[in-house]
């Protein structure tokens, strides 16, 4: 990845040439994505985009569409968060000098892994994204469709808006090679920038915040290595979850009694409503599942990005889902070991060269991962009796 930037400097400086052609004072800038629904990922790209935003355009007003602010507005109280549909949205759209399509997935099939149908006709992240930048073009702003991952198209009217908009946009930068092809395959002949997610440019909190928050799930000392469980649910139709929790319940018995760690469990996503996006849900059902076993921890409370990123620090290995945690392992290099259930997490494995450590969800089994973690999991431990021992006195 050492070629791949972390940023468009052309970005910034048209901003910039903006401002100053026509002598704005106070630039509103608006950032349009998925945050405020308690998702790791989309939450640690807002919170560098807004850091990106205060280094280059301090003066900056920014407004952020999203979908639940009361679950921004304390780690950001100086920005104004406004809901999807609303009036106050498309007055943000039309006012806005410069408009940012936040990053991450905004256009592929993601959503039926969530337990939604292909097709949608009025889902907001697959179109009414698209509506919204159109405007805010057509409005004077210079648009950017920034770091967004495109590994596959939801339906027909999606890949018509794609090649439309996108074609339209100022700014396309993208995340992965494969997005790259597959914009490019529909007919969008602009530059695209390719560029890292913007995750990767985040740094973990103060190790105060993180062992306070390790305290809070119950992990006072470490006296086990521990390992960091991050898995979701799938609602695809044909993923069989109650098998997946059956096989994850006997590998945390044999991590935490065969091979003498301590286990906890991270939920990168707690969303409010969705089922299959909630993995607290997963873990709490995990939890029920192994009874009252010792040395398993799991995370209730929904932190920071920048906390769950330090969190992840402090782990001897890890065990991971969802494409995020997997980017902020990789940032602070923790040895781990992915579950694959969607191109996006393939690619940036394959982008780390990173494929050995992983699998595909469908070969999920306690016995395959028991198979392929051992080898790590062998050094970092030693027997449970000395272990025993070791947190007796």
């Not at 873990?283 to 330090?310: D, N, Q, W």
Request: aromatic share 12%; with cysteine.
């Amino acid at each position: 990845m050492k070629n791949i930037p972390e940023d468009i400097p052309e970005f910034w400086e048209s901003c910039l040439g903006l401002i100053e052609r026509k002598g704005i004072r106070n630039p509103r800038i608006v950032i349009h994505g998925g945050y405020g629904k308690k998702n790791l990922g989309d939450d640690a790209i807002l919170y560098v985009l807004v850091e990106r935003i205060k280094r280059y355009l301090p003066e900056a007003h920014i407004i952020v569409i999203c979908h639940g602010p009361e679950n921004l507005l304390n780690w950001f109280p100086d920005i104004r968060f406004l809901r999807f549909k609303s009036l106050s949205t498309l007055l943000a759209i039309f006012k806005s000098h410069i408009y940012i399509i936040g990053g991450g997935g905004i256009v592929n099939k993601i959503n039926v892994f969530s337990g939604y149908r292909t097709f949608k006709l009025f889902d907001m992240k697959g179109k009414f994204l698209f509506f919204a930048a159109y405007l805010a073009k057509m409005f004077g702003a210079i648009t950017h469709f920034y770091a967004i991952g495109c590994t596959s198209f939801p339906d027909p009217i999606v890949k018509i808006l794609t090649r439309i908009v996108l074609a339209k946009a100022d700014f396309v930068s993208v995340r992965d090679p494969l997005s790259i092809k597959n914009i490019q395959k529909i007919g969008v002949k602009k530059k695209l920038f390719f560029i890292l997610d913007p995750a990767l440019s985040m740094e973990p909190a103060a190790r105060e915040y993180v062992l306070e928050a390790l305290h809070e799930c119950g992990i006072v000392k470490k006296s086990r290595p521990l390992i960091c469980l991050s898995l979701r649910y799938i609602g695809d139709g044909r993923t069989d979850n109650e098998k997946i929790l059956l096989d994850t319940i006997q590998l945390v018995q044999y991590l935490i009694t065969g091979k003498g760690c301590g286990v906890l469990f991270m939920p990168a996503s707690q969303h409010p409503f969705k089922h299959f996006e909630d993995d607290l849900d997963f873990g709490r059902k995990l939890k029920a599942g192994l009874g009252s076993i010792p040395h398993f921890y799991l995370m209730e409370r929904y932190y920071h990005p920048t906390v769950m990123m330090g969190i992840l620090g402090e782990m001897a290995f890890c065990i991971l889902e969802r494409l995020h945690t997997v980017i902020l392992a990789s940032k602070i290099e923790v040895p781990f070991f992915v579950i694959s259930y969607d191109d996006k997490v393939t690619e940036f494995v394959k982008l780390i060269k990173k494929e050995a450590m992983m699998i595909s969800i469908t070969e999920f089994s306690f016995d395959r991962i028991r198979e392929r973690i051992d080898p790590y999991i062998d050094k970092l431990t030693i027997c449970p009796e000395k272990i025993s021992k070791k947190e007796k006195t």
